[in-house]
């Protein structure tokens, strides 16, 4: 973990972040993406799953409006220009041919130059085991940003876009690349805190979000000249 930190690669101007649930990016990078946003890059959010089993002490049929409306203002605190949901079920997210072709329809519609996702790997940052949903989804995503170059490949799913040039993957166990966060760290707390009724049902009080998030992007900084930062393992395409 001395390593340092090299900057996110700045020569894109479009990016999609693909995950699996609402609060997926809020707890991975908002911050970096309001950084980028403020920076005039453009940014769209892509939810497999509206996140209905998220919430233990509520029911999946009035968790899927709330959790969409908390990750609809979320998104735009962070200047986000887009959110699309998918549909798929919560939690049972397979890794498929089918859920490729998905993802490469959407690639192939926004046209992003670099790819957002949440780590694939079976260990996140936490030292914990990864949720299936992420890791499927993770690694559909970057199977597909390669495929949706490829006009063989899903020929049905759009005109092939072989743009993406990275993918910056968020939660990741070895992170290699990171972005200054100074001046996105308020903004970053408070799409955070925009997940009101999914953290009430983790039971945090009011005030939480802050503390942690202060701390992890501090404790990235060591790596990365001492300034507040959020860590990606950067993939090149
Ligand atoms: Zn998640």
């Avoid at 101007?13 to 707890?27: K, N, T, Y």
């Avoid at 670099?114 to 299936?132: A, E, Q, R, V």
């Avoid at 503390?211 to 300034?227: D, H, N, S, V, Y």
Wanted: glycine share 10%; charged share 25%; proline share 5%.
């Amino acid at each position: 973990m001395s390593e340092n930190l090299q900057p996110v690669p700045d020569d894109w101007s479009r990016a999609l972040a693909i995950v699996a649930h609402p609060d997926d990016m809020e707890f991975g990078c908002a911050g970096a993406v309001a950084a980028w946003t403020a920076a005039g890059k453009h940014v769209d959010y892509l939810l497999l799953t509206r996140g209905e089993a998220g919430i233990d002490g509520m029911s999946p049929d009035e968790a899927v409006k709330v959790r969409e409306e908390e990750q609809r203002a979320s998104a735009a605190i962070c200047g986000v220009e887009s959110v699309e949901f998918l549909d798929y079920a919560d939690g049972t997210i397979e890794y498929s041919v089918g859920l490729r072709r998905d993802l490469v329809a959407a690639i192939r519609r926004h046209r992003p130059e670099l790819l957002i996702t949440f780590t694939h790997h079976d260990i996140t940052y936490t030292g914990k085991w990864n949720s299936p949903d992420h890791r499927n989804t993770g690694r559909a995503a970057l199977d597909a940003a390669l495929d949706a170059g490829n006009r063989w490949i899903f020929p049905d799913a759009g005109e092939p876009w072989n743009g993406v040039k990275y993918a910056a993957v968020a939660g990741s166990t070895s992170p290699t690349h990171a972005v200054d966060v100074t001046d996105s760290l308020d903004v970053a707390v408070a799409s955070v805190e925009a997940h009101a009724a999914y953290l009430a049902g983790l039971g945090l009080p009011e005030g939480a979000a802050r503390g942690p998030l202060e701390g992890f992007t501090r404790a990235t900084g060591e790596r990365f000249g001492g300034r507040p930062a959020i860590p990606f393992e950067l993939v090149k395409f």
